[in-house]
């Protein structure tokens, strides 16, 4: 069992950054892939980042290469989204996903664990 708790959401002008992370309870996230995904109202959850067991591998959302990066502290049990230049349809719930795999996957239905979303609106 893995609970995920995510926090560093907020309010932020288009332009601007924000850090998300994601704590992991557990002794065993280094054996978790790891995944953020967004949801916007009335939209279905979309991939956003993703990230393997030991942070060698990552993936992204055509929508996001460049401006976000996913990254893990195994030590802290902590996975983080850095977003950059972030833009009015960022705005959206954003949720951290653990894998019970090694490997990450740009899939939500493979995702075992859910964190509870944290806010992120941007203004234009």
């Known amino acids: 069992q893995v609970h995920l708790v995510e926090s560093g959401g907020g309010l932020v002008q288009a332009g601007g950054s924000l850090r998300l992370s994601c704590a992991a309870s557990?002794?065993?996230?280094?054996?978790?892939?790891m995944g953020w995904f967004r949801q916007a109202p009335g939209k279905e959850r979309d991939f956003v980042a993703a990230?393997?067991?030991?942070?060698?591998?990552?993936y992204y959302a055509d929508s996001v290469k460049g401006r976000f990066t996913i990254s893990r502290d195994n030590d802290k049990n902590t996975v983080y989204l850095e977003m950059n230049s972030l833009k009015p349809e960022d705005t959206a719930v954003y949720y951290c996903?653990?894998?019970?795999?090694?490997?990450?996957?740009?899939?939500?239905?493979?995702?075992?664990?859910w964190g509870q979303g944290t806010q992120v609106t941007v203004s234009a």
């Open positions: 996903a653990a894998r019970g795999r090694l490997v990450a996957d740009t899939r939500a239905n493979v995702y075992d664990y």
């Open positions: 557990g002794r065993t996230f280094s054996s978790y892939a």
């Open positions: 990230i393997n067991w030991n942070g060698r591998s990552t």
